[in-house]
């Protein structure tokens, strides 16, 4: 008898079958001696839509809602549906005793294939494969010691109760919204109270009213200190008078002296190791990558090139069975330009302790690290190399001491009003040394923002050799005038980092949430940092205050995780969804809050006359009708090619004229005729006839007479 393996995809089931030796590739599936391996392509089943309950549902209307169907029911997707029959035809077969899931080991990749199993009606016994990375030998060791399948009962449980919350409070709010302010409005039980936050912040922005202020400082020649008084510790003051009294005061001072001195040994142990949120963090911080880049190449380097363990995992701790495996995983790593720091690793036992395995504080993954395979560099991307690269050295991080550095504190009193200085002499780089190329922050975003305002009042430096009691013969006293800055606005990072901390979402949906925001115009990127649109500011105002609390979301998701941990009740959670779902609906229908799109343009619809709105989209902007019941697309602004202009680099226009279509760069002037055999033709007459149609296209511009008859003497030849 042979077993049934279903993987996710059909990478994944390639390498299994591979490892499995099931050689024999049919079109659907692998088979060998002892197993049958075949894939999914993702979902291949989800819940059904509500024209699948009623035909009549298939119109939005306000009326029909909440939409809470007593028992939800499912359906396969139409374009994935030649696998799933495929699937199905397998299961039927009398010689497969046995199926083995092996999809993700996680929460969604127990859905995927649960929902098959019940769609194919599977009754033979099922085991589940849960491994953390791809490599040959985590799955030989995988299949040698399968769970069985009922131990993850309450994991999917969970996943069940998630997708059909999703379903209940997102679906029924969205039509809702939808319905009642006759525009394309999206909200759901993630997506609202992260939109919340950003707003909040806005709002943190835009009533915040700068002041100014001024510090005293002092310069002792050697180094600085900033004046400090007891009602203001921090050294700001807000009166001007007052500031330029306590200066005149003390200019006529000719003493200083060093009145306290302390020196303090100080540390920074290495930082945990990665989770997917802390990746994506850094990601974001030191090269700009959204959450989502960094998920689907860190997806790669985990199926495709076997390099790294589970991404998906909300862990910073190792499970002590992974321990025994660290010297392999490091002797791996002995390429450049990680040999160096290796090397003294290698000569003496490894340093573990319970900031780096622990066992209590690992759920189902451990944390992101490399896996024992050895990595060549030169096949990765430069995107794939770059998240590599973060990887290898925070965990090579893990095994180096603190960093170590000698703080001193000094306090100078002059006319009896006290100025404080700060330096650090370094004394152990320790894991630092794997940054030495880098600024590098193991803080958090909040940290960060306070140790920019500290280094503003109080500057790090070196500090020369001091006594206590010590007399500074020179001095200057000067002041600084200075303005209080607003919160800053939320990085993709930072987002992330608020996102966690309130427990919205899992680190494997954070990106994809942040990705549907945008998606939906709720929100925008501008530059590094992520704002809500005018959309997204009116859309807020209109869902239910309980849902824009992100505590509610948070109780939610911590209730998903009792569940999946088998201490949780699915059946009351779900009841409170339905009461919650019929809540926020009636809210919506009585509210008497209106809606006005922010993105209404002065263009007429040529089919309706509604007025137009702007579409951002992945390919530019569009015009599209503001009524439901029209169609009408237009783009508001010429489509991009992949030519790039040879001197500003930037891709090209195109356009369509007299003589076809050609390319064109406005800021540079620059015309490329598309599908033209000559179009890469050099020398001085493709010069010439760059510059003849970079005259005939530009605004503006017309040819003289003779030109403009020989161009169209030549383009009529040509047609």
Known sequence: MKSLVLAEKPSVAKEIARVLGANQKQKSYYEGPSYVVTWALGHLVTLAEPEDYDANY???????????????????????????????????????????????????????????MEQIRWSKPFKRLWISSQTDKAIRDGFASLKPGTAYNALYRSAVCRAEADWLIGLNLTRALTCKHGAQLAAGRVQTPTLALLMERERQIKSFQSQDYWLLRADLGSFQAQWRGK????????????????????????DAKVEQLKKTEKQEPHPLAYDLTELQRDANKRYGFSAKHTSNVLQKLYEQHKLVTYPRTDSRYLSSDIVPTLGVRLKALQVQPYNEYIKPLLTKPLPVTKRLADDSKVTDHHAIIPTEERPSMHILTADERK??????????????????????AVTVSIGGELFHAKGRIVTDKGWRALYADA?????????????????????????????????LKSFKLALQKQLTKPPSRYTEAALLSIMEKHSLGTPATRADIIEKLLATDTI?????????????????????????????????EQELQRIATGQGDADAFMSRIRKQTESIVREVKNSDVEYKPHNLTSSRCPECSSPLQEIKGKHGKRLVCSSRECSYKRAAEAPLSNKRCPQCRKKMEIHTGKAGKYAQC????????????????????????????????????????SLEEALRAAMNKKD
């Open 58 to 116: 298939k119109e939005w209307r306000l009326e029909d809602l909440p939409l809470i169907p007593q028992r939800m029911k499912l359906k396969l997707i139409r374009e994935t549906t030649p696998q799933f029959k495929a699937i199905a035809a397998l299961a039927k077969r009398s010689d497969l005793s046995q199926l083995i899931i092996a999809t993700d080991a996680g929460r969604e990749g127990e859905l995927v294939a649960r929902w098959i």
């Open 231 to 254: 009602e203001t510790p921090d050294g700001r003051l807000f009166d001007k008078t007052q500031a330029e009294k306590l200066l005149e005061r003390l200019a006529s001072r000719s």
């Open 387 to 408: 998240l590599y690269d973060l990887i290898v050295r925070r965990f090579i991080s893990l095994f180096y001491p603190a960093y170590r550095y000698d703080e001193t």
């Open 439 to 471: 600024a590098w922050s193991s803080r958090s975003d909040d940290e960060d923002e306070e140790a920019v305002r500290e280094e503003e009042t109080e500057p790090g430096q070196t500090l020369p050799p001091l006594q206590q009691g010590q007399a």
């Open 524 to 556: 925008e990127r501008r530059m590094n940092t992520m704002q809500p649109t005018g959309k997204g500011a009116q859309l807020i105002e209109l869902v239910s205050p309980e849902l824009r609390k992100p505590e509610l979301t948070a109780a939610w």
């Open 666 to 705: 406005r800021p540079c002037n620059v015309i490329e005729m598309l599908g033209e055999k000559s179009e890469g033709r050099g020398g001085r007459a493709g010069q010439r006839q760059q510059a003849e149609l970079a005259k005939h296209y530009s605004d503006n511009v017309s040819l003289g007479s």
